[in-house]
């Protein structure tokens, strides 16, 4: 049944992204006070006016889409993390960031994106990428593959020989253990550098633009769009222990995501030391 309603309903989520960003987001762009901006747990996690509202915009659209679903969305576990909760529960639920790159947006910068996934029982079932500035919008399906402003994605496999371009966490974002497990990434041959908004890094994996993402958070508003939208473009995932991502969590960390099984068996080994 869910099935049946996201092949029905691909472009009613698209059209629902669209207006969210068109009311809540983009009128914003470059358009903050200093008071709509708030440090969440420090200088490199923020959130605005355009994150609470966008996110309260996607989850009337959406749920009014599908009645009976729920949303975890970014700001909602922020303000009660018993929302989390709802990814073990059979109702399907729609997994939200409203602003992922939120960093870039209050900065000016258009590489920003909206994410949103719908999972239930575990899975990702479909997944839609939108950055409004960049006019970008990538959607997955699983087992139906995915597609970039219509257009099929595929990520392809790194040149023989050439240089692994690999995106990873902000050290802030890291302990210890997971700082020297990144460190594994300064290898010869690997060129990495830090990520920006996590949505974009996964579409750059899905196309092409870049080899491998290595992550060292697992929270699903982050992961969930662009894990599936990687792997339905032909790509991998692999956690620090081998296996692959689980979206219910409890994965070992850093784990990666790349173009294809044999990067990211790489990149894992790297990780591992």
Request: hydrophobic fraction near 45%; proline fraction near 5%.
């Amino acid at each position: 049944m869910i099935d049946d309603f996201v092949s029905a309903h691909l472009t009613d989520v698209e059209e629902a992204l669209r207006k969210a960003a068109a009311a809540e987001i983009t009128p914003r762009f470059r358009q903050l006070a200093e008071h709509e901006i708030v440090e969440k747990s420090g200088p490199h996690d923020l959130v605005t006016i355009a994150d609470r509202s966008a996110e309260e915009h996607l989850t009337t659209s959406l749920t009014k889409l599908l009645p009976g679903s729920v949303v975890v969305g970014e700001e909602a576990v922020h303000a009660d993390p018993s929302v989390y909760e709802a990814l073990h529960e059979d109702a399907p639920a729609w997994i939200v960031d409203p602003v992922d790159g939120t960093r870039q947006f209050v900065h000016g910068e258009p590489e920003f994106c909206t994410l949103v996934a719908l999972a239930q029982g575990g899975e990702t079932l479909a997944s839609w990428t939108y950055a409004p500035v960049l006019d970008e919008m990538a959607v997955a399906v699983r087992g139906g593959g995915a597609q970039l402003n219509g257009t099929a994605l595929q990520a392809g496999s790194p040149e023989l020989g050439a240089v692994l371009e690999v995106a990873m966490s902000h050290p802030d974002f890291t302990t210890d253990e997971e700082k020297r497990a990144l460190l594994g990434l300064r290898a010869p041959g690997v060129h990495s550098r830090v990520c920006g908004s996590a949505g974009l890094e996964y579409l750059n994996v899905a196309r092409g633009t870049l080899d491998a993402v290595a992550f060292s958070w697992e929270l699903a508003w982050d992961h969930a769009a662009g894990l599936l939208l990687v792997a339905e473009a032909g790509g991998a995932n692999l956690t620090l222990a081998g296996e692959p991502f689980r979206l219910s969590g409890g994965n070992a960390l850093p784990f990666t995501a790349a173009r294809d099984a044999a990067t990211a068996r790489r990149v894992r080994e790297l990780l591992a030391g």
